[in-house]
């Protein structure tokens, strides 16, 4: 059975830092892009960061290149992914959510239709 199941969220004031955690299990995420999205109230889902299977290639979104960093340890029954993210503004603020790729071995799309596996999402508040 395909889980996805993520950790770490909170309220934390702006400057502040976090670090969500991801445990993939149920598919063989190892050879899969991994990545993380967020959704804000009222807005679309939108996409924070991925990275690929051999962890040799991330993309980021604009708004938080230089603030967090995406990483996975490739076990063998679980794949985990976490997402540091420092310099926290109100405007993240959002449900985070980690995805699986659809298709092994691919670095993209990296858009919500182009992700199959979803985890339950973690809230993320951060005060100004």
């Known amino acids: 059975q395909v889980q996805l199941v993520e950790s770490g969220g909170g309220l934390v004031q702006a400057g502040g830092s976090l670090r969500l955690s991801c445990a993939a299990t149920g598919r063989t995420f190892k050879n899969a892009t991994m990545a993380w999205f967020r959704q804000a109230p009222g807005k679309e889902r939108e996409f924070v960061a991925a990275?690929?299977?051999?962890?040799?290639?991330?993309?980021?979104t604009d708004s938080v290149k230089g603030r967090f960093t995406i990483s996975r340890d490739n076990a063998k029954n679980t794949v985990t992914v976490y997402l540091q993210m420092n310099s926290l503004k109100p405007e993240d603020t959002a449900v985070y959510y980690c995805a699986g790729h659809r298709y092994l071995y691919q670095t993209g799309p990296l858009t919500p239709a182009g992700f199959g596996s979803w985890g339950q999402g973690t809230q993320v508040t951060v005060s100004s």
């Open positions: 990275i690929s299977w051999k962890a040799d290639r991330t993309d980021y």
